[in-house]
């Protein structure tokens, strides 16, 4: 009996420990009975995983998913003012092969003359091919060159599971002489299309004046004029519209199946849905509206804490050399966060700093509130350190003068003192003279 009241205690003790070791947080598993080979639902305020199958790191093809990307670098030259709107690009051979065979296209010709915003449009939209790397060639000369490009934002994003060959997505094998001259073979997790999409909104939201448009029409009041129908059918008149909806990408071939990055707001929520290898047209969209009722359902923004509220758990901070030894501590900005309906909500997990050096302003920065919710993980860590909230001196602590602090000084030599021959030391634990210090602390 004793025996197994000691395993079941080493048993116990070793749960525990594992458990503060960190087990790997996981998103809510709720079942939603998606038929697609990954889902993945985040909050694009706060970066919280709202809803993740096992698959969101696992590598497939994207598709046209990876236009994303292509999208972001033109945005990114046009901020740099390397390439304007009104800027005028003529179509390569490349751009004129891709324009004659499969896919999306809006059959650019060779020689023919477009706007890099007519040609934005024709990608945004329409996904057209052609459009999107005469884009490419544009910013970096050629395709490949801009592919790279493409990898090396990749890493600096965080994508781990993401390699590009082309700029459009496009089945490598399938394009000849034409294909990049870049190895391997494209692939993308769910996790890196949402981080991907959700860079995107962050750092060129206007990306929304054109994945939202429902319906456009590339050469207009020219020759072979071509309606263009957005292919995100979540889209305000299309055939699976749902409120809120204003991007992102669609993705179709063979070998991905049918996928989406899509975005919807409402209220002062955004949502961001992935959904990879879907079996049907049909069956993409109906699992992305499901993801999206289940996150404006389900889940809502809280004020966990204000502006200038104390935290039980860190209620002040040593001031070194100040004229009080320590200052209170309160929230630099308001703890908000999203919960789950029903849920407890974040924890509030203080991290301090080392004591600062008089003099200390009030709102000076002294620590960080973490918000702790283990069921809903970030995407990413840098969404954690995003979300962090800034502990704050709550006055301003001037330094002390010389007079009180070698008072001071000798108060706390005499205490330390004291503490060691209470606690028994020897010789070996001799204290430094008052001499030797003061230098020291008068500084």
């Given amino acids: 009996m004793r025996t197994a009241r000691r395993l079941a205690l080493a048993v116990l003790i070793g749960l525990v420990l594992w458990v503060q070791m960190g087990v790997p947080a996981q ?74 065979h499969a896919g999306s296209r809006v059959f650019l010709n060779a020689g023919e003359k477009r706007t890099v915003r007519e040609l934005f449009e024709a990608m945004a939209i329409y996904s057209a091919n052609d459009a999107t790397v005469a884009l490419a060639e544009a910013v970096a000369g050629t395709e490949t060159a801009f592919v790279e490009r493409m990898n090396e934002k990749a890493r600096a994003l965080g994508l781990t599971h993401t390699h590009f060959v082309t700029a459009t997505g496009y089945p490598e094998d399938e394009l000849g002489p034409y294909r990049p001259n870049v190895p391997g073979e494209q692939t993308m997790s769910a996790r890196d299309a949402a981080l991907l999409g959700m860079a995107l909104l962050r750092d060129h939201p206007e990306v929304l004046q054109f994945t939202s448009i429902p319906k456009k029409t590339f050469r207009e009041g020219e020759a072979n004029p071509l309606e263009m129908i957005n292919w995100n059918w979540l889209l305000p008149g299309l055939p699976y519209a749902y409120e809120g909806t204003d991007g992102l990408k669609t993705g179709h071939t063979e070998a991905a199946k049918f996928s989406i990055t899509a975005t919807a707001k409402r209220g002062d929520m955004r949502l961001v849905a992935v959904v990879i290898g879907a079996e049907s047209e049909k069956g993409r969209f109906e699992a992305a509206r499901k993801l999206f009722d289940y996150g404006f359902s389900h889940f809502r923004y ?47 997990s203080a991290e301090l700093g080392p004591p600062p050096e008089a003099p200390v302003k009030a709102g000076d920065r002294v620590g960080i509130v973490r918000l702790e919710q283990p069921d809903l993980p970030y995407l990413a860590a840098a969404y954690a350190e995003a979300a962090a909230v800034s502990l704050v001196a709550e006055a301003d602590v001037p330094r002390a003068g010389a007079f009180q602090l070698f008072f001071r000084a000798i108060f706390d030599w005499i205490g330390r003192l004291f503490g060691r021959i209470t606690g028994g030391l020897g010789a070996s634990g001799a204290e430094p003279s008052l001499a030797a210090l003061l230098p020291h602390l008068l500084q």
């Fill in 27 to 100: 998103a809510r598993q709720d079942d939603l009975k998606l038929d697609v080979r990954s889902a993945l639902l985040v909050d694009a305020k706060t970066g919280r995983v709202l809803y993740a199958d096992a698959n969101i790191d696992t590598p497939y093809p994207p598709a046209s998913m990876t236009k994303m990307m292509t999208e972001y670098l033109v945005l990114e030259a046009i901020q740099a003012g390397k390439l304007r709107w009104d800027d005028v690009i003529t179509a390569s051979d490349t751009v004129y092969f891709l324009g004659k």
């Fill in 302 to 348: 809280e004020t966990v804490a204000r502006k200038g509220d104390r935290l039980p758990e860190a209620p002040a901070i040593e001031v070194q050399k100040g004229k009080i030894p320590s200052v209170p501590l309160v929230l630099g900005e308001d703890a908000v966060d999203v919960v789950a309906d029903g849920g407890d909500g974040p924890k509030l």
